[in-house]
């Protein structure tokens, strides 16, 4: 069974772009959820989607943003990027709603130049 | 005052000790999740739990929801146990809240 992937694995892009980072889940989860690991600092929820639908997101400014997919793989979309968005971004799974063990993918590196 | 609080920060044993990690939390909880990060990144669940204790190989969790605190132990240590041990809490509307971790180092 293949686990959660994520692509891209790294990410640059200049401050003030736009990135798009991707998620599938480990099939027949439903639940998909995204953190942020910055240099230093622990994980941070950001955002957690089930069924199509944004259940909860973590404190994050707006530009942070995303989307589920009828096949529960995901989309994180961070805008106007800052230096400080640079971080492992982190997704993982998880087969019921909210409440089951999670999955991580190995995640991707972005970087903000 | 941090919502999820861990304990021991750094953490360096002896190969073969037992190792015990604390996780105290202030807020209504539906589910504590012990984590582990290996160097690099890469994040394995070990154990969710709502009550009680859980055990898988040489790992134990237990928790005490009415006194708030969860430990995770690890029986006859080893080198390849050296990892960050995150302790997480997730709320009833799902919110999740992480403790900072705590970085274990088991010497050969």
């Known amino acids: 069974e293949a686990g959660v992937t994520q692509s891209p694995t790294h990410l640059i892009k200049t401050r003030g772009q736009q990135a798009t980072l991707r998620c599938s889940p480990i099939s027949g989860h439903t639940s998909v959820y995204w953190y942020q690991q910055a240099l230093g600092l622990g994980l941070q929820f950001l955002l957690w989607y089930d069924e199509g639908e944004e259940r909860n997101r973590g404190n994050f400014p707006p530009r942070f943003s995303g989307r589920q997919f009828p096949n529960y793989s995901s989309e994180l979309n961070v805008n106007a990027l800052e230096l400080e968005d640079s971080a492992l971004y982190l997704c993982?799974?998880?087969?019921?709603?909210?409440?089951?063990?999670?999955?991580f993918g190995s995640g991707t590196r972005l970087t903000v130049v | 005052k941090n919502e999820v609080e861990q304990s021991p920060q750094n953490l360096t044993a002896q190969e073969g000790e037992f190792i015990t990690i604390n996780c105290s939390y202030s807020v209504g909880i539906s589910a504590l999740h012990w984590l582990q990060q290996h160097p690099g990144g890469g994040i394995v669940s070990l154990f969710m739990?709502?009550?009680g204790k859980k055990k898988h190989g040489r790992l134990i969790a237990t928790i005490n929801i009415q006194e708030k605190h969860s430990s995770l132990h690890i029986t006859a240590s080893h080198p390849r146990d050296s990892a960050v041990y995150i302790c997480a809490v997730r709320r009833a509307e799902g919110k999740i809240i992480f403790g900072k971790g705590t970085r274990l180092h088991i010497l050969p």
């Open positions: 993982a799974s998880s087969l019921i709603q909210g409440f089951g063990g999670y999955t």
């Open positions: 739990l709502s009550s």
